[in-house]
């Protein structure tokens, strides 16, 4: 229990270390995965308080209070729906024993010091995070260039004009299903498992 407290008073519990894929099933965060839906854990950094868990799908954080309490409060942020931006490694100094990755997501801001020994594989996990966020960019393109086309469409109709399409009802219902599609599904990614496939060397 002392050790506990003088960690915590020393800011020493903060420090994660990258658990090993032989270890995720022993991770508290495994039990938040949606493993129906073909979740898994690509990374993991786990410190005395927090994981944060980075699966093909989400970041998943596990925010503990401190090093000696149990309670946990189970954060999902799925790339789907959130943003990666500013994401940067603060390397060590001669005497620091730490390094530190740094993002955001989702407008939530990450700062996450890991054990200076495992530089190497948070250098695969920078990667990741980075080409995340330039295919978040392009989606986002994607859809905004869906929606001009759509206020372009729209401007040729103009309501109460005589002479309107009586099939005007179905365009407009196959429009928006056009629409749905390429917004929802071909311009926004959810399963990012070939980008941590790519970049995260176990």
């Known amino acids: 229990m002392f050790k506990k407290l003088a960690s915590e008073a020393l800011g020493l519990s903060d420090i994660g270390t990258i658990i090993q894929p032989k270890d995720f099933g022993s ?30 799908l989400a970041l998943i954080h596990v925010d503990g209070d401190s090093a000696v309490s149990s309670k946990r409060t189970i954060r999902r942020h799925e790339y789907a729906d959130c943003a990666i931006g500013t994401v940067t490694i603060e390397t060590a100094g001669t005497v620091d024993m730490d390094v530190e990755l740094k993002f955001s997501i989702g407008g939530t801001t990450f700062s996450i010091d890991v054990r200076k020994q495992f530089l190497e594989q948070l250098k695969d996990v920078y990667k990741a995070l980075i080409a995340i966020s330039r295919l978040q960019a392009r989606d ?41 599609q390429t917004v929802l599904d071909r311009h926004t990614r959810r399963d990012f498992g070939e980008v941590f496939s790519r970049y995260i060397h176990a």
Do not use: W
Not at 32 to 44: A, P, R, S, T, V
Not at 148 to 169: H, T
């Open 140 to 180: 986002e393109t994607g859809r905004q260039n869906a929606l001009k086309v759509l206020g372009a469409m729209s401007s040729m109709y103009k309501i109460g004009q005589a002479g309107l399409p009586r099939d005007l009802p179905d365009q407009f219902n196959a429009l928006l299903d056009n629409l749905n």
């Open 27 to 56: 991770v508290d965060a495994d039990d938040y995965l949606f493993h129906e839906d073909g979740e898994k854990i690509f990374f993991l950094i786990k410190s005395k308080k927090d994981e944060y868990c980075f699966t093909n």
